[in-house]
C-alpha cells in the first residue's frame, strides 16, 4: 500500500478556482483511497464541494474555511501583508503547521512564492528557492529549474538547484542518479560565462550524475534528466518553447485548411494530429515546484483546469510521499564543506 | 535597375564547402545580373569551378587563390594567428580593400568572427559585434539578436545591437520602422534584471520604434521585428527553438508510422505536411550577419547546401545594396550623446 499523505489545495486559485480545483480533488480521492486532501476556500465554495462529496470520503477530504482570495494581478507584497486570511495562505499554513504533507494553488505565482517564503522559510543549506518543472523529452521529460524565480543566480545556487532538480526527477522519473546537465551556449569547457563555468567545477565535485554542459536544443534529446540554469535563462527558454510548439500548431493549422481538399486530408490524418496534440499537451505538465522550501509547494498554471489541476495533484503526492524534503537535506549534507 | 554589387564567397567553408558554395554561385550569377561574385578558395576549387562557369558569366565571376583552409574545430586564436592565407579570411580582406561589398562564408565562426574583427575593425560606436538572424514568426519572420557573440552585455550594448538590428530587420522586411522589443521574463516595467530594465530606459529614448519588454512565446507573435537580448540567452532561446521543432517533428514522424492505417494517413497528408516542413525549413533562414564590424560579414551555417547558401547570399547583396554600414552609422550619429 502506498504511504498515506495528504496534500492542501487552494480551491481559489487560478482562472477557474474551485470549478477546476474542486472535480480535479473528487477524482483524486476516487482514484487514490491513500490520498486525503484538505480544501481551502470560501465558506460557500466548501460548503458546495461538500454537497458535491456527497459524504463519499469521510475524513479524506477535509475543509479550512479562509475569508480572503488573492487576485492573479495583486503585487505579492500587498498580497503578503493584506490578505493574511487567504485561501492560498491557508493551504501553506497547513503545510507549517504539519497538517498538510504538501500544498497546490494555480493562484498568483509571485503571492505564492512571496507568502511560501514567509510563512515556510528555506531549508537548510539553500539560498533562494527555485521553481522546476517537467518539460518533453524524446522518450520521457525532462525537468527544468529555475523557471523564473531568480534573475541572476551564483555559480553555489546554481549547484543547490541541480541538487534539488536531481532530487525531484528522481523521484518523479524513478530513477536512481538522473543526470544533471547545465545550459550552456556550448558544450566545451571553456564557453559561457564565468557563473555558468565555476557551477560546472562545482557540480563535477557534486557527487551528482553531472553530464557537463547542454545547449538549447540538449534540452529534449532524454540524454539528459535535468537542466539547470538561471531564473531568466530558463524562464526565456521555457517560453519560447511554448511561442515554438503553438507557431508549429499555427502553421499545421492552416495548411489543414488549405483548402478544401487539405481539409479531408486534415480529417483523415485526425488521429495521429490528435495524438500529437495530446502528447504536447500543457496540461499533462502541470505542476511546477518551489523548491528549497521547508515545505513542498506547488504551482499549478493559473489556466489549469480539472486535468491539469490533477497532474499538479500528483506531483504533490508523489513529493510528499517520496519525502522530497529529506532527500534534499540529506544531499545538502553530503556536500564537501 | 538594381544597384550592382560584388560579394566574395569563401568557397572552402562549412561541411560541404565548393560543392554548396559553387553551385550556389552560378545559380546567385543566372539569376541576378546586376551581382558579381568571387570565389575564395583553393587554386585547383576555383579551377573546376572555373571549368563549371563555362565563361558564362565574364567578368561577373571573379577568383582570388587562397593556400589555406581553417578546420571547423580549429581556435580562432589558432586560425587567425597560423592561417594568414586562409579563404575564410582571403573572402574578408576583400572586403577590407573595398574590392568586394559583403563577404559570406559557411566556415568555423569562432574564426570567422575573431578574423573579422581583426582586419575589419568595428564601426564607431559599437563595442562588440553581435549575430543577428531571422526566425520563423507568425506572419513574416523576426531578427534576433545577440545570438551568440557576446556572453554578457552592457544596457549600452543592448541599445546598439537594438539599433543594429533595426536597420537589419528594416532593410531585410523592407519596413519603414521595424518594432523592436527586449527579451526579458516579463512584460512589467519592474520585470527582469538590471541590464534589462535600463536597456528598456535607452530604448524608450532612442528613437527606435520600441514596444518593451517581449517574453519567449513574443517572440514569433509578429507583433515584432526585433528582439534583442544578450547572445547567452539569445542563443539559448535559438537552440530550444531548433530543439522544439525537431521534437515535434520526431513526434509527428513517430504518430504516422505507429500502424499501417497511420502510415496510408500519413500518406494522404503528405502535402500539408511537406509544407509544414518547407515553412520551417532551417536553411530558409541561413545567413546570419555578423553586424557591428566596418564591413558586411555573413556567417552561413556550416552544414549549409546549395539551397542553403544561396539564401545567405540573398542576406550579403540585400545588406549592401542598401547600405547597411552608412545606416548604422547614421542611426548612432543620431543618439543622444
Redesign the interface.
Known sequence: MSRKVTIALDAMGGDRGSDAVVPAALATLERDDSVSLILVGLPEVLEQARRDAKDRYGSRLGFKPATEVVTMDELPADALRRKKDSSLRGAIELVKEGVADACVSSGNTGALMATARYVLKMLPGIDRPAIISAV???ERPTYMLDL?AN??CTPQQLLQFALMGSVVASDMLDVARPRVGL?N?GVEDIK??EVVREAGELLSKSGLNYIGFV???????SDVDVVV?D???G??????????????A???KE??Q?NAL?GI??L??K???E??KE??DARRYNGASLVGLNGIVIKSHGSADQFAFENAVKTAIVEARKGILVQIGQLIESQPH
Chains 1, 2 share one sequence.
Open positions: 518533453p523529452g524524446r523564473g534573475v541572476g545550459l551556449i559561457g560565462n545547449e538549447g536544443d540538449g534540452i529534449f534529446h540554469s531564473g531568466f535563462v524562464n526565456v527558454a521555457l517560453k519560447t518553447m511554448e511561442g515554438v510548439a503553438k507557431l508549429i499555427a502553421f499545421l495548411e489543414f488549405r487539405r486530408q486534415g483523415i490524418a488521429s495521429a494530429l495524438a500529437l502528447r504536447l
